[in-house]
């Protein structure tokens, strides 16, 4: 396996937890989610074969070739690119995500910014962000919260990741206010 950026880091996701994390977020066929962070596709698959249009997120260019070349048939777009730097859908969209930690607040931010058509996210980061961002005060709260809850998901531990992160981690799940289901077409 190659190394990972050194600028970020790089906690693969096993594929066992992949799946839970898809099937908890509730994906439907049609779905477009954004899998930001994907790596060699653990949650990209489990995605693809609930039939959801899948973007996938990475910079690695190994890994992103790795995306390719798996997905070559289904319905997946690879982005390589710094998830710092992503470009959101103009369309309702979802998030699952194992997302790099080191930008994860910069991506919760993009995602919960005023343009944004972010219907509902599973993401995992670090547990101080997610608590920071369901019990604190995180970057913008003030306007986001009119538009988005969040809450922490369920259980994660560190070992479920490789390697394991040096602290613990979270699922933490926004969900845009006043969406029915929570549907993301």
Known sequence: ???PPPRWGWHQLSNQQAQRLVDEAGIRRGDLV????AGFGAITAPLVRRGAKVIAFELHPVRAEHLRSRFARDRVTVVQTDAADLRLPTRPFRVVANPPFGVSVAILRRLTSPRSRLVRGDLIVPRHTAERWV????PGAKRWRKEFACSIGPGLSRSSLRPPPPNDVAILVIRRLGSRAGRGR
Request: hydrophobic share 35%; aromatic share 10%.
């Open 1 to 3: 396996m190659p190394a």
């Open 135 to 138: 019990y604190g005060s995180p």
């Open 34 to 37: 954004l899998d930001i962070g």
